[in-house]
Nanobody, 126 residues
Framework: QVQLVESGGGLVQAGGSLRLSCATS????????MGWFRQAPGKEREFVAA????????NYADSVKARFTISRDNVKNTMYLQMNSLKPEDTAVYYC???????????????????WGQGTQVTVSS
């Protein structure tokens, strides 16, 4: 059974930083790409960042480029999202997800991800 558990969310002032973690189990972690998505109240869940199974390539939404960094530790079976220079518009529930296949494509599409975590709330105050 595949499980993903996010942690690290919280309340932070604009300009501050947070690091999210996503601990996984039940799948050979390094074989699968993973991604972060977020969903603000009343909005669709949107892509934030993706990373290959090897961790050698990444992809970001334009809205977070140069502020967020996705990474993974294939020994600890954990993925991270370092978020710097946070803005109020970054406020959302953040979800991690693992791909349904072993494609190396850095997908931004929700349909390409099979398992999801329960989400962690990030709130950025102005």
């Amino acid at each position: 059974q595949v499980q993903l558990v996010e942690s690290g969310g919280g309340l932070v002032q604009a300009g501050g930083s947070l690091r999210l973690s996503c601990a996984t189990s039940g799948r050979t972690f390094s074989n699968y790409g993973m991604g972060w998505f977020r969903q603000a109240p009343g909005k669709e869940r949107e892509f934030v960042a993706a990373i290959k199974g090897s961790g050698t390539s990444t992809n970001y939404a334009d809205s977070v480029k140069a502020r967020f960094t996705i990474s993974r530790d294939n020994v600890k079976n954990t993925m991270y999202l370092q978020m710097n220079s946070l803005k109020p518009e970054d406020t959302a529930v953040y979800y991690c997800a693992i791909r349904r296949d072993r494609s190396s494509w850095l997908s931004a599409r929700r349909i390409d991800y099979e398992y999801w975590g329960q989400g962690t709330q990030v709130t950025v105050s102005s």
